[in-house]
């Protein structure tokens, strides 16, 4: 297990799905502000075992999906199948994937804690310019707070951000949601809890520089 670089690689060889089937609650807020036509473009960065690819694949969407693990994905893929639905699901990595593809959604829930110091200013100029006009952006990431100790389950990449630094990379955007919530989590069966900024943002056309 030590040779993976994340231990999900493990835990998603199980039989049953580690985050379970049910899609996250952010994407009605995204269905909401940009209902599925034909042909809108999503991607799903870290999408795990694909509880939530597949959901905006049943709603219509024609989504692509990445994770690091090769079990991720062909649960994912596997999941599509038993739905009934298509969704191009891929091995890859969020420091260093390229695509030429844009899209109308794109998205990434429990991941961005795993870019490399290095690559978030480039990862977030990649996305947004992968991103349609008036194309939306939901991110979400796990912030420090000295009084949350540690996950039980915390990755050896894993690096916890500091409260609104996501924020600031929207500066320009829509925003149309910002959010910094504490919950409690039950994954790996041992109670605890984190810390979570969100945001959903939308890109506008510019009409001047600064
Ligand atoms: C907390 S889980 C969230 C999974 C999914 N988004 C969900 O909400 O069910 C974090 C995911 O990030 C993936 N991951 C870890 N390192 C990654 C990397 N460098 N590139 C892409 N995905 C990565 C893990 O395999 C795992 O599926």
Not at 9 to 18: L, P
Not at 65 to 85: C, N, P, R, S
Not at 118 to 126: G, L, T
Not at 137 to 160: C, G, H, M, Q, S
């Amino acid at each position: 297990m030590d040779s993976y670089r994340t231990q999900y690689e493990k835990f998603y060889e199980a039989e049953d799905y580690y985050w379970g089937k049910e899609p996250a609650d952010f994407l009605e807020r995204l269905i909401a502000l940009k209902p599925p036509r034909r042909g809108m473009k999503i991607l799903d960065i870290g999408c795990g075992e694909g509880k939530d690819a597949v959901y905006m694949a049943k709603k219509g969407y024609t989504v692509t999906a990445f994770d690091l693990t090769e079990a991720g994905i062909e649960k994912t893929k596997k999941y599509a199948a038993e739905t009934g639905v298509k969704i191009n699901a891929y091995v890859d990595d969020i420091n260093t994937f390229e695509t030429d593809e844009r899209f109308d959604i794109i998205y990434s829930s429990g991941t961005l804690q795993y870019l490399f110091d290095d690559k978030i200013a480039s990862f977030f100029e990649k996305i947004q310019k992968m991103t349609n006009p008036h194309g939306l952006n939901y991110f979400n990431v796990f912030v420090r707070k000295t009084f949350i100790t540690d996950a039980p389950d915390w990755d050896k990449e894993e690096k916890l951000w500091e409260t609104g630094a996501l924020f600031t990379w929207y500066a320009d955007w829509k925003i149309h949601y910002l959010d910094e919530t504490i919950f409690d989590c039950h994954s790996c069966d041992t109670p605890h809890q984190h810390c979570m900024d969100s945001i959903l943002a939308e890109k506008m056309i510019m009409n001047y520089r600064k």
